[in-house]
């Protein structure tokens, strides 16, 4: 029920809030850190032990693992988008207020209970937004929108932030406590709403907290907030997650989709799940309005970009294939808009599970298997023959009757459409 109101309510509440043409990505400020010399950085994947680790254990102990990748050895410095892991945010832990000026957040919770707080530089959907989310689920922030999110559960939070920014803009904008800390004492007390004299007590705890990503919320002072459901800003999978079974994105794999469609609040930002059986791949695949990130999740993965980004008169990258081999949890790949990419079981003997984040709300796929080659119920065998090496194209009965009705039947039509396109998967 409260989902029916959320897509009624949508295309009101998005005009209001929704920046135009968020069909492709929203302009970023440019990383600072390119690297001169294209040909020798081009590196388009980052293993968890390679990334910046910003951890600090003084309020989880053992070990908070803060990672980012590192902007200037990703995609020689012109990455769009970054990846920051976040490992055992602990029990009552909060990630304290802030924002970002220059990315959404996108994030996927792999362990643990996490209570997000978002709140709205204008007023709408609503003010502010409380909501809860467990293993699987997501959540969704435009940029310069403060928030802060609370692990609630005792086992502590994994979550893999995505970004859809460089890494150089991303990671800590304007934490809210420093900015309280350098006030002047009249405007901090009455922004705060306050007297003087109860600033002057609290200042201290608040120059305290300066500087840091997390502190700890007093367990005896929680408070369970009612939720926002009719425009949730953060999802459990259940609530959002479509199978997608377009024919051909590969073999041993399962694809979940989310996007916009199933999102509404996530204007700028969607995500593929997949899950695959030991040896299954991601079959190649352009995405022709966005970059990606893959982030594993469990098990072991192989992946390419087939092209790096080229630089002037450097053709070289755009016609080589950049591989990883056997990509752990939390290793991360960035797939360049246009760039072809294909992802593959490592082992052949275990399972493996990966997302892969776009850097815009709907995402456009061109599937290798269905959008080129023989298989391509449009296709022209001849040209595939003449400009693929000369690959022949089995005759099959059925891809001649494939053709043969492109040709004929007047509904043709419902054979050229790209299934990708479909914005329900
Ligand atoms: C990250 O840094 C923290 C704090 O210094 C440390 O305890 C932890 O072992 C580091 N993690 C990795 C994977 O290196
Ligand atoms: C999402 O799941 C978590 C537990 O995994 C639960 O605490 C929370 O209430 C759920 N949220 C919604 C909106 O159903």
Redesign the pocket.
Known sequence: MAWVFSLVLFPVAAQLYEEPGSAFPTPTVESNCFQDNLADNQVYYQKLDQMFNGSSDAICPKTLGLFVNKPCTWAAGKATMTVAPVINQCHWAIRNFHWHDSSDEWSYMVQG?MQVILTSPTGVPWHSAV?????G?VWFFPRGWPHAFVCVSEEGCNYVLTFNGPQAVAVNDHMIAETYAQLPDKIASYSMGMSMGEWATAKPKVAANTGTFFTRVDPAKFTWLP?E?AE?AAV?RS?VEVEDTTPGVGQGIQVFNIRTAQFPFATRMSQQRIVFQPGGFRNLVWITNAAATMTVISGHVNAATQGGISGGFDQGPSSKSYVAKSLGPYDAFYFPIRRGYWIEEATGTEPAEVIVVFEVGNWKALEAKTGFGCSNPVGAPWAYEATAGGIECPSSPELIQRRNLRRHEPDAQSFMQQPAENPEL
């Open positions: 209970v909501n809860t989310i467990g293993p689920g939720e459901n949730p459990n609530d």
